[in-house]
């Protein structure tokens, strides 16, 4: 069975730095993305950026790009997001997700991590 399991996030000061983790287990193939979700209260749940395992392929979200680095540590099956330049609108609950499909649809989420940035 899958399991995603996310660790990181708490309470930032807009302008400070944060490093989002998702540990990965139970994948019966060495090929695999992993994504990263926010969803902030009232507002719709939305990619932030994700990653493939095998090509190591990349994607951010326009709200992401320039100030978030995905990585993946194939020897941890861990993902990590980093994101700097933070703003009190990044506050949400981030979540990590494999077997995305319709674009915010996934077969498996992990627990959610609130991240909180005070102005």
């Known amino acids: 069975e899958v399991q995603l399991v996310e660790s990181g996030g708490g309470l930032v000061q807009a302008g400070g730095s944060l490093r989002l983790s998702c540990a990965a287990s139970?994948?019966?193939?060495?090929?695999?993305?992993i994504a990263w979700f926010r969803q902030a209260p009232g507002k719709d749940r939305e990619a932030v950026s994700c990653i493939a395992s095998g090509d190591g392929g990349t994607y951010y979200a326009d709200s992401a790009k320039g100030r978030s680095t995905i990585t993946f540590d194939n020897a941890k099956n861990t993902v990590y997001l980093q994101i700097d330049a933070l703003t009190p609108e990044d506050t949400a609950v981030y979540y990590c997700?494999?077997?995305?499909?319709?674009?915010?649809?996934?077969?498996?989420w992990g627990q959610g991590l609130q991240v909180s940035v005070s102005s």
């Open positions: 139970g994948f019966t193939s060495d090929d695999y993305a």
């Open positions: 997700a494999a077997g995305v499909y319709a674009g915010s649809r996934a077969d498996y």
